[in-house]
């Protein structure tokens, strides 16, 4: 039954005509053909026939004639049936040919119509629809990429800063030869003969003016690789224009984070300006606050508005110069041509009694007017020309006239700062920066701006993960197996230093005992941290550098800055909390064109975090992975064992 309705429906079957349909046409033409001619053309009840459906397969299964059926088996009975006013068949069809042409015309036109509109559209996408306005679709931004980012709120005159090829060669040619523009005198190129190259101190806007107060120089910020030489690129100028000063006064300020480094820049000083007459002294505290006035000042009692000073170079921490700027008379800043912050960065972290705000305070003049009202100070040519307004005549035009001080601003760093805030602070002047790079056609500024730091080209970087406790293991491993002597060990902090150390001596005493070595071959381990008084501290960097000790073990204290040239292992035993920690940690090794190896311990629940910090600054994948197996391990771990015991001992005690 299914299957005869289906085909019922279908438009195929319908145009196949089967047998009962067949029959039904057949009576039908008969019954025309039978009809009185009169009738023809009459309406009659026979053309109902044609709007009676036609029968269906169903009924063409022979049961029954299909005239009897086909009406009762579709049709309610006629006279339920409300009588449909028929009309004429001709006419309806011409009705329907007009209505059906009628229509057609429309549709057709209604075609026309949306071609045109479509057409319209086509030709004016942006044209607005009538009716609804369509909105874009739903989709997210473009997200600025990290390079865009780290751009972005960046002071103007780092994006334009100029980039040095660090290996750019600026050779200091024999007497009397053009010197290619580092502006070197004579006796400054024999000074540092030898010397590799001068690029940062030939590309620094330095005039030799001691006073251009009428056309003061641009402030200098330098970010170089650790190792390259950034100390020279200050002291050369600064040496070379304070020498042809006349009268001594303090002109040159330069200051560091700690008192080592403080030590270190002086012996250069001393190195470069030999024969100058140029007066050097320091400021650190390691010696009493009046002893270092009386080097400082060479006047405390009389009030004079120069200042008083006995030297050409201060070299100092930030916390003794605030003492001296607040409790040394006439000890001033006024005069100063250069002010040099060094290692920046770490100096700028630094909010110890707002140091750089009272620094730079004291080089501008006052904006109150002559202490002296009436009566003419005595020195009073020593006041600097910027300060012209401490005198009672300081309305005479011409003296008036040069109000800028001349001090000139020089910051280096290995890793300088790009906070816009920390640099507004330091009130730069027309600042110039450059950026001493590898490859000059790198990234440029933009590394310095995602704090992707360069290394020394010669430096070659390990890293070796483990489990916390085979640490100090792994440590003698190096030593003994790998032979890294020559070294800073880099830990968190001054009791693990110790602690690393006593074990260390344990362990090598055993060793040395058990394979019948002499005390003489000893691998000599010291400390060195702030545990230590300033004097013993000074005194264990000074072996270190003789090469009496092999391995110091210290905390950060020495992480920057510091230049020994022998050292050519940097490890670090506990690993840096930064970038720019390991940066300058790492850098003490490979300096200045020596070669040097780092290695950094990793416990295994920091190896994450290690490895994204060096991935941060893309630099993962310059650090060699280093496996060490028991194998490896073997042959120290008996002694490693009777050393640990003995410390456990040591500390019970
Ligand atoms: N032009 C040069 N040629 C050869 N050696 C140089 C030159 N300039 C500096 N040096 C040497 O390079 C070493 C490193 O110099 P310096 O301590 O100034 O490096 P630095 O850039 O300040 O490093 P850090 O960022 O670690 O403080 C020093 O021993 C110095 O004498």
Same mark, same amino acid.
């Given at each position: 039954m299914v299957v005869v309705v289906a085909a019922a429906t279908s438009p195929e079957k319908n145009k196949v005509k089967t047998k009962a349909k067949q029959r039904y046409l057949k009576r039908k033409k008969q019954r025309r053909k039978n009809k009185?001619? *009169?009738?023809?053309?009459?309406?009659?009840? =026979?053309?109902?026939?044609? %709007? +009676?459906?036609i029968p269906s397969d169903a009924h063409a299964d022979g049961e029954g004639t299909a005239e009897d059926e086909l009406p009762a088996a579709k049709d309610p009975p006629v006279e339920d049936k409300p009588r449909k006013e028929k009309r004429p068949k001709k006419r309806q069809k011409v009705e329907e040919t007009e209505d059906a042409d009628a229509e057609m015309q429309e549709l057709e036109a209604q075609d026309v119509a949306q071609d045109t509109v479509m057409r319209d559209a086509a030709a004016d996408a942006s044209a607005p629809l009538p009716t609804l306005p369509s909105f874009p679709l739903p989709a997210l931004p473009d997200a600025p990429s990290k390079s865009v980012l780290a751009l972005q709120g960046l002071d103007r005159a780092l994006v334009g800063a100029e980039i040095v090829d660090a290996n750019g060669l600026l050779p200091i040619p024999p007497d009397g030869e053009d010197d290619g523009g580092t502006g070197l005198s004579e006796k400054n190129s024999e000074a540092t003969a030898g010397a590799r190259h001068c690029g940062t101190f030939r590309r620094n806007p330095l005039r030799r003016s001691l006073y251009p107060t009428f056309d003061p120089p641009r402030d200098v910020c330098v970010s170089a690789p650790t190792g390259s030489g950034k100390t020279l690129a200050y002291v050369l100028p600064i040496v070379e224009i304070l020498s042809t000063r006349i009268v001594t006064r303090l002109r040159a300020l330069v200051v560091l984070p700690t008192r080592d480094l403080v030590t270190q820049v002086r012996e250069t000083f001393e190195a470069v300006g030999r024969g100058r007459g140029l007066k050097i002294g320091t400021a650190t505290g390691q010696h009493s606050f009046s002893h270092e006035q009386s080097q400082l000042v060479?006047?405390?009692?009389?009030? $004079?508005?120069?200042? #008083?000073?006995? /030297?050409?170079? &201060? @070299?100092?921490?930030?916390?003794r110069l605030i003492d001296h700027l607040n409790g040394t008379p006439n000890f001033s800043l006024q005069h100063l041509r250069f002010l040099v912050i060094d290692e920046a960065d770490r100096l700028l972290a630094q909010s110890f009694q707002e140091w750089l705000v009272q620094v730079l305070t004291a080089t501008r003049p006052p904006s109150h007017d002559s202490p002296f009202p009436g009566s003419l100070p005595?020195?009073?040519?020593?006041? *600097?020309?910027?300060?012209?307004?401490?005198?009672?005549?300081? %309305?005479?035009?011409? @003296?008036?006239?040069?109000?800028?001080?001349s001090c000139q601003k020089l910051l280096f760093s290995a890793t300088l700062t790009r906070d816009p805030g920390k640099l507004a602070a330091l009130e730069l002047r027309d600042p110039k920066y450059f950026v001493v790079q590898g490859n000059s056609d790198g990234p440029g500024v933009l590394d310095v701006a995602m704090d992707k730091f360069t290394m020394p080209a010669t430096l070659t970087e390990h890293m070796l993960v483990c489990e916390s406790s085979l640490k100090p293991l792994i440590f003698f491993y190096l030593v003994y197996q790998r032979n890294v002597t020559n070294?800073?060990?880099?830990?968190?902090?001054?009791? #693990?230093?110790?602690? $690393? +150390?006593? &074990?260390?001596?344990?362990?090598?005493?055993?060793?040395?005992?058990?394979?019948? *070595?002499?005390?003489?071959?000893?691998?000599?381990?010291?400390?060195?941290?702030?545990? &230590?008084?300033?004097?013993?501290?000074? #005194? /264990?960097?000074?072996?270190?550098? *003789?090469?009496? /000790?092999? /391995? &110091?073990?210290? =905390?950060?204290?020495? #992480?920057?800055? @510091?230049?020994?040239?022998?050292?050519?292992?940097?490890? =670090?035993?506990?690993?840096p909390v930064d970038m720019r920690k390991y940066v300058h940690r790492v850098g003490r090794t490979a300096r200045a064109g020596r070669n040097g190896d780092a290695w950094t311990l990793v416990e295994e629940q920091e190896a994450r975090y290690f490895k994204a910090m060096l991935k941060q600054a893309e630099h993962l994948e310059k650090v060699k992975r280093l496996k060490v197996g028991e194998k490896d391990l073997a042959p120290l771990t008996v002694h490693y064992e009777g050393a640990l015991n003995q410390l456990k001992e040591s500390y019970a005690r």
């Open positions: 009185p001619k *009169a009738a023809t053309g009459a309406v009659s009840d =026979s053309d109902d026939e044609e %709007d +009676v459906e060479a006047d405390k009692t009389t009030h $004079l508005a120069g200042g #008083s000073s006995r /030297i050409d170079i &201060l @070299i100092c921490t930030p916390g005595q020195y009073h040519d020593a006041v *600097a020309p910027a300060f012209r307004n401490l005198l009672p005549y300081a %309305d005479i035009p011409s @003296i008036t006239d040069c109000k800028e001080p070294a800073l060990v880099f830990t968190k902090s001054a009791e #693990s230093t110790a602690r $690393l +150390v006593r &074990l260390f001596d344990f362990f090598d005493t055993a060793k040395r005992m058990a394979t019948g *070595a002499s005390e003489t071959s000893a691998i000599v381990v010291r400390a060195y941290s702030s545990d &230590l008084g300033a004097g013993e501290r000074k #005194s /264990i960097l000074d072996k270190f550098k *003789a090469q009496e /000790i092999q /391995i &110091l073990v210290c =905390s950060d204290l020495i #992480s920057r800055g @510091i230049d020994i040239s022998h050292v050519s292992h940097v490890v =670090s035993y506990d690993v």
